[in-house]
């Protein structure tokens, strides 16, 4: 099993800037990937950045150049730095990760963290 807890979300004012962090527990041992979703009311979970093993990264077009994702050396703790916040940026924002198992992946999500960002 595997445990992911966000933290770091908050009110900020439209152009500010927050981080956000995903600790994982458990086994965690071999992952494949590890991503930041968001999700509002009435939407699709979206994915907002990725980054895999051997860390290449993957961003949505519309927080390009704006949000950075990384990880610790450990990759226990994934961070999503967000930067030139905008209004449209406010979601739920969710820790998802994948691991590779003998025969399957294995899918993991946190309990997500709230962004508002106000004009």
């Known amino acids: 099993q595997v445990q992911l807890v966000e933290s770091g979300g908050g009110l900020v004012q439209a152009g500010g800037s927050l981080r956000l962090s995903c600790a994982a527990s458990?086994?965690?041992?071999?992952?494949?990937?590890m991503s930041w979703y968001r999700q509002v009311p009435g939407k699709k979970r979206e994915l907002v950045a990725g980054i895999m093993r051997g860390s290449s990264t993957n961003y949505a077009d519309s927080v390009k150049g704006r949000f950075t994702i990384s990880r610790d050396n450990t990759e226990k703790t994934l961070y999503l730095q967000m930067s030139d916040l905008k209004p449209e940026d406010t979601a739920v924002y969710y820790c998802?990760?994948?691991?590779?198992?003998?025969?399957?992946?294995?899918?993991?999500w946190g309990q997500g963290t709230q962004v508002t960002v106000s004009s």
């Open positions: 998802n990760v994948i691991i590779d198992g003998l025969r399957m992946r294995y899918e993991y």
């Open positions: 458990g086994s965690i041992d071999n992952i494949y990937a």
